[in-house]
């Protein structure tokens, strides 16, 4: 049986804005976060992280920290009650310095690449599923899946929301404060 699925980005989303997240200190969980994934749990969303992490590619940190820091998150959401269903990141950036990982490719945002392998691991409703993230591309890579975007304020979202919204194509479908706040309009939809 097919379910909806909440994507959700990770740096300005999840937590603090910070640049490249290129230590565990510098990754820190926004508050409410662990809570918009527990009702999201509870009200049968799958809860999938989609992100773009080109600081592997530039050589500003090895992928093994992005793994790190999914796994401590992963285990700080489930001391909460919460549960994150997938995470899904590209590491590409066309010209990083890591020739691993210099190259174009279908999963950096806002290419639909990540939320088509979340696609293949899990029966997903498109139909009912949603974005939400603190940048343009989240509300781009949103139009591109045919999927309803939200765009938060934290972040990046206040200046977004401020100086690009007008020109954006991809106009969110709504506006919110965080994370909880996108999550708890969608329940109460």
Avoid at 65 to 89: C, P, Q, R, W
Avoid at 134 to 150: C, P, R, V
Avoid at 154 to 159: D, E, K
Wanted: glycine content about 8%; aromatic content about 10%; charged content about 20%.
């Amino acid at each position: 049986m097919k379910k909806p699925a909440v994507f959700i980005d990770r740096d300005g989303t999840v937590n603090e804005q910070m640049g490249y997240v290129n230590h565990p200190s510098r990754f820190v969980i926004l508050p409410g976060v662990a809570e918009a994934f527990r009702i999201l749990n509870k009200n049968g969303y799958l809860a999938i992280i989609v992100s773009n992490q080109s600081g592997v590619a530039r050589g500003y940190f090895p992928i093994e920290l992005v793994y790190n820091i999914h796994s401590s998150m992963k285990e700080s959401f489930l001391k909460e009650g919460a549960t994150v269903d997938g995470i899904f990141f590209c590491p590409h950036y066309p010209k990083g310095s890591d020739p691993e990982y210099s190259h174009d490719c279908d999963c950096r945002k806002p290419k639909t690449g990540l939320i088509k392998q979340a696609c293949e691991q899990f029966n997903i409703d498109m139909s009912r599923s949603y974005m939400i993230g603190d940048h343009y591309t989240d509300m781009e890579l949103a139009d591109h899946s045919n999927i309803k975007g939200i765009l938060v304020k934290t972040g990046y979202g206040a200046g977004v929301i401020e100086y690009n919204l007008p020109a954006m194509d991809a106009k969110p479908c709504y506006i919110a404060e965080d994370l909880l706040a996108a999550v708890n309009w969608i329940i109460k939809k």
